[in-house]
């Protein structure tokens, strides 16, 4: 299985980064893990089919994690896409989904489409399966509007990818990457609290609680960034590749 940051950026593209989108494949799975603004582009510059995609996973409504759907969506339709497709995410989500669609590209959320689409929602600590795939969500912090907030825990072949999204560090971090294969967590900061987000002293004070098998830092602000050289964990770039 192999793990691909197509975008691994914060809000503000913080080092030239993408928007958050995450390409899990193996021989039974392929799936996305958010799909930020800037998610479409970033997937054609990397070679990523994405018609052959099946599942899209939406951890919150921030447009830097949820606005490329209504281009990755007008795509599908424009190049003739047939296979089914499965977006899920927090509670809320196919009225979200409408309401993005309509105010980026007017009409497209009633364009009849060559192929199915499944919107589902869910919710917190309840395993939900697709195909070989199950994903346990777990509630996170990140405010109030843009959410329901989730984080994941997802397993297929054998195999368990964990993120944390967006959120100040919460109890539920430890279940939900406890012993991961995989254990990708945001690092906004280095130390400075900022509210809703998490930071790497926030992470690794209680890093020995999780145990994941392999860490790799995300959504970094020009604060980590410049920071990068001391930092003795594995951080995202864009186009880096994790095989699992």
Aim: one cysteine or more; proline letters at 5%; aromatic letters at 6%.
């Amino acid at each position: 299985m192999q793990l691909r940051f197509v975008g691994c950026g914060d809000a503000f593209g913080s080092g030239g980064r993408s928007n958050t989108c995450f390409h899990l494949t193996g021989a039974r799975t392929n799936l996305l893990i958010d799909c930020g603004a800037s998610s479409l582009p970033a997937l054609k510059r990397l070679g990523i089919a994405c018609n052959d995609v099946a599942l899209i996973l939406i951890t919150h409504f921030h447009g830097d994690h949820f606005a490329g759907l209504p281009f990755l969506l007008l795509d599908a339709q424009f190049s003739r896409r047939t296979r089914p497709l499965v977006i899920a995410g927090p509670a809320g989500i196919a009225t979200r989904l409408t309401q993005v669609m309509e105010a980026l590209l007017e009409n497209s959320s009633t364009t009849p489409r060559r192929f199915e689409l499944s919107v589902v929602a869910m919710e917190p600590e309840q395993p939900a399966r697709f195909g070989d795939i199950c994903v346990t969500p777990h509630a996170v912090v990140h405010g109030s509007a843009g959410g329901p907030f989730l984080g994941y825990r997802i397993e297929t072949e054998g195999r368990i990818v964990a993120y944390t999204a967006d959120t100040e560090w919460t109890e539920s971090l430890i279940p939900l990457g406890r012993d991961a294969d995989l254990l990708i967590a945001e690092a906004y900061t280095y130390d400075k609290p900022v509210k809703n987000h998490l930071s790497l002293a926030a992470l690794e004070a209680r890093l020995a609680e999780i145990r994941p098998k392999r860490l790799v830092l995300t959504h970094m602000s020009d604060d980590m960034l410049g920071r990068l050289d001391g930092i003795r964990h594995m951080t995202a770039h864009d186009g880096m590749m994790i095989e699992l």
